[in-house]
């Protein structure tokens, strides 16, 4: 069974910097996509960033300049760094995944507050 274990969330102040992991138990440099989204409380989980094979990357229009997604093959790892948070960047944080199938991960909590 696939395993992604996601690390990096908690609690920072507005204008604080957190980095996100997703470590896998596959192997991410064949995966067409990796991506990760969020959800904030009461609201629909929407994508955040995208990196997809041979490593183009996107992001959402709220988040672009400040975020940076990035992988590392050796250790079947994607990142998610963040910067300049913004007390709206709060939501639980999840990576996906997508191969022949999608995984996802179990969701970290980010909380930015004052």
């Known amino acids: 069974q696939v395993q992604l274990v996601e690390s990096g969330g908690g609690s920072v102040q507005p204008g604080g910097s957190l980095r996100l992991s997703c470590a896998a138990s596959i192997s991410i440099s064949e995966l067409y996509a990796l991506r990760w989204h969020r959800q904030a409380p009461g609201k629909p989980r929407v994508l955040v960033a995208a990196?997809?094979?041979?490593?183009?990357?996107s992001y959402a229009d709220s988040v672009k300049g400040r975020f940076t997604i990035s992988r590392d093959n050796a250790k079947n790892t994607v990142y998610l760094q963040m910067n300049s948070l913004k007390l709206e960047d709060t939501a639980v944080y999840y990576c996906h995944l997508q191969g022949k199938q999608n995984y996802w991960g179990q969701g970290t909590q980010v909380t930015v507050s004052s």
């Open positions: 990196m997809l094979r041979g490593n183009s990357t």
